[in-house]
């Protein structure tokens, strides 16, 4: 009879599902991690754009409605332009602060939401990569509804405030501005990405329960 080796041995369900999370757990750490780093970056630059004066950062997002391009050197024969849509940074000195408190409500409100959903998420994964039990646990049943409400109010609240500060920057720095729906950010993958999150704590909860029956069975 022989007896198998280290290589050849199967590993364990338990020590490869804890490896696994394990692994996720990392990458969503670092995932957060890189993400508090460009909110950092782009929050510095936000304060950098209210200073009056400067001209390194200018508001994003708005269309230019009356802009002028000349493209008869760039298409190809036979090609021919059917819209046109021009969007630049722009910035007035005058209003530097208030174009820079609007624009962060531009960006600031997505990112926390997705910063907080990321952080629940961590959660999640650093006690189930130990334990299985810790996968259907109460723990884990909150930290997703927690996920699945920040990413369904959060997400829509990040949409709305978007559409009425780049309105009102639009109508401080560009004359005949407007904002179309297609230049926000629809929340609708963030809301179905909630959604599914509440489904899957419901999922947990009764797997919670049924352990507890068969536990008391037992």
């Known amino acids: 009879m022989s007896i198998p080796s280290g290589q050849d041995a199967a590993i364990p369900p338990a020590a490869s599902g804890g490896r696994w999370f394990a692994r996720l757990h990392t ?29 390194a950062f200018g508001f994003e997002g708005l269309r230019l409605p009356r802009a002028q391009i000349g493209l008869d050197h760039v298409l190809t024969s036979g090609t021919r332009v059917v819209r046109v849509a021009v969007e630049a940074e722009i910035r007035n000195s005058g209003h530097a602060p ?34 299985d039990a810790a996968l259907f646990s109460v723990t884990t049943l909150i930290h997703l509804r927690r996920i699945g ?10 949409f709305v405030l978007d559409l009425v500060a780049k309105s ?29 999150a509440y489904v899957l704590a419901e999922v947990v909860r009764r797997g919670h329960v049924m352990s507890d029956e068969l536990q008391g069975t037992i």
């Open 27 to 55: 990458l969503l750490v670092l995932m957060l991690v890189l993400g508090c780093v460009g909110a950092s970056a782009k929050l510095l630059s936000t304060v950098i754009m209210g200073v009056p004066g400067q001209a």
């Open 168 to 196: 009102i920057a639009a109508r401080i720095l560009i004359e005949g501005a407007y904002v179309l729906p297609g230049d926000l950010a629809w929340p609708f993958m963030p809301v179905l990405t909630g959604i599914g």
């Open 149 to 158: 409400k920040v990413l369904i109010l959060g997400s829509v609240a990040a």
């Open 98 to 131: 208030v174009v820079a408190l609007l624009h962060l409500f531009t960006w600031l409100p997505g990112a926390l939401t997705f910063l907080l959903a990321l952080f629940w998420l961590t959660r999640i994964t650093l006690p189930s990569a130990w334990s």
